[in-house]
T-cell receptor
């Protein structure tokens, strides 16, 4: 199965700064079948990005995704208070669909 | 926009089984696969399997093969996930999630989650 490794584990930033989150795959993810989710405590995950770089409906343009092959990035520009959460990447290239272990973005 | 509403929290003993429901409303049920994802306390997300309501065909992660059964009832627009031979380490929040587009297992809609606690 494809193993996704996210880094860093925790990112401490102030509101207004930018966050750069990494997701590395153990095998190449073809056709950029890579998604990103945001999860807040006690809530279900929310889809942010699919196809490595396409924003889901209603997602602000401060969220952007990039990358291909084995290296993918989620960038959150100008962090808002509601952006502090845990972020997961997910590959849907080959079953079983797998998730990274998550990156927590916390307020500094 | 589809809404997924799951059944309530349960406490189970080791060796027993649990069946969680996920009722869909506000969208087309049959066409889109329903997936089940779990999250142990303080841990990440783990995909368990999915089902195509239209075809009734389920796929399972190898880790859960033989212990999980996912079904779908088109008449009630409800999917079910049954996990048997429960272990303490099965304690988790179980989510159902619908794919965003047909044959694209990106999860655009999620249920609220169901906490299953396995304890002696």
């Amino acid at each position: 199965e494809i193993v996704l490794t996210q880094s860093p584990g925790t990112l401490s930033l102030s509101p207004g700064k930018s966050a750069t989150l990494s997701c590395r795959a153990s095998q190449s993810v073809t056709s950029d079948y890579l998604a990103w989710y945001q999860q807040k405590p006690g809530q279900a995950p929310r889809l942010l990005i699919y196809g490595a770089s396409s924003r889901a409906n209603g997602i602000p343009d401060r969220f952007s995704g990039s990358g291909s092959g084995t290296d993918f990035t989620l960038t959150v520009s100008r962090l808002e208070p509601e952006d502090f959460a845990v972020y997961y990447c997910q590959q849907y290239d080959r079953p079983p669909w797998t998730f990274g272990q998550g990156t927590k973005v916390e307020i500094k | 926009q589809v809404q997924l509403v799951q059944s309530g929290a349960e406490v189970k003993t080791p060796g027993s089984s649990v069946k969680v429901s996920c009722k869909a409303s506000g969208g087309t049920f049959s066409t889109f696969s329903i997936n089940w994802v779990r999250q142990a306390p303080g841990q990440g997300l783990e995909w368990m399997g999915d089902i195509s309501p239209m075809f009734g065909k389920a796929n399972y992660a190898q880790k859960f093969q033989g212990r999980v059964t996912i079904t779908a009832d088109e008449s009630t627009t409800t999917s079910y996930m049954e996990l048997s031979s429960l272990r303490v380490e099965d304690t988790a929040v179980y989510f159902c999630a619908r794919e965003r587009r047909v044959h694209e297992p990106v999860f655009g809609s999620w249920g609220q989650g169901t906490l299953i606690t396995v304890s002696a």
